[in-house]
């Protein structure tokens, strides 16, 4: 069946009248006083960062009574202009989630349960097993073989020794969450350390 835009107006128009008589609203005043009350009524908003990705998408936080309510895009920021992934649009969730985990977990070796532990033991514990691991395996000096051309043009294949001042021992995994600010404070305190095994989330 071909449907003129004619019908097609007419058609939806009648719907929309079915709709209207079905739910009782036959007036413009009583459409606006059928439309619900907002979620976010008296909420306060603050705009923020979504802390998920490298993307940055601009986002409106709205709390009540220091509750996270609602979480949707910013449409005056100009990277995302008021849209935002699923991921982003579920955060509030996550923050509101029973689940979530406001400790850091510790599980020594060849325990099997994990345990709660406060934030200060945990941050110390891992500087004094980083600053151990370093200490011990901390290189000055590696040797490698190199090709070293002779008098006579040829190439020979030699062992020289390099100053290198790294830690083998230690990886470190960033995070696409991590502003440019942050990545260049990481990469100033790992190189000062030595690493050379710095790596990244989203490469893996
Ligand atoms: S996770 Fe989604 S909403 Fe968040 S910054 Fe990345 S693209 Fe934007």
């Known amino acids: 069946m071909s449907l003129s835009r004619r019908d097609f107006l ?3 128009g009648g719907t929309a009248v079915a709709g209207a008589v079905a739910t009782g609203v036959t007036t413009p005043q009583e459409a606006s006083a059928a439309v619900p009350e907002a979620r976010i009524k008296g909420a306060k908003e603050t705009t923020t960062i979504c802390p998920y990705c490298s993307v940055g998408c601009g986002i409106i936080a709205h709390t009540k009574e220091g509750k996270l309510i609602n979480a949707e ?3 005056a920021h ?3 202009e008021g849209t935002l992934c699923s991921k982003g649009s579920s955060l509030y969730q996550i923050v509101n989630n029973p689940q979530r985990l406001t400790k850091p977990k510790y599980r020594a070796a060849g325990a099997s349960e994990w345990k709660d532990v406060e934030w200060d033991w945990a941050l ?7 600053k151990d691991v370093r200490d011990r395996t901390f290189k000055v000096m590696s040797k490698s073989k190199i090709k070293e051309k002779q008098p006579d043009g040829t190439e020979k294949e030699i062992e020289k020794e390099f100053t290198v001042n790294r830690t083998d021992a230690i990886a470190h995994v960033g995070s696409a969450a991590l502003d440019n600010e942050e990545c260049y404070m990481l990469q100033k305190m790992l190189r000062s350390w030595g690493l050379v095994y710095i790596e990244h989330q989203a490469r893996i």
């Open 10 to 12: 007419k058609l939806t």
């Open 73 to 75: 895009g910013d449409p």
């Open 78 to 80: 100009p990277v995302n």
């Open 124 to 130: 110390d514990e891992i500087a004094k097993r980083v």
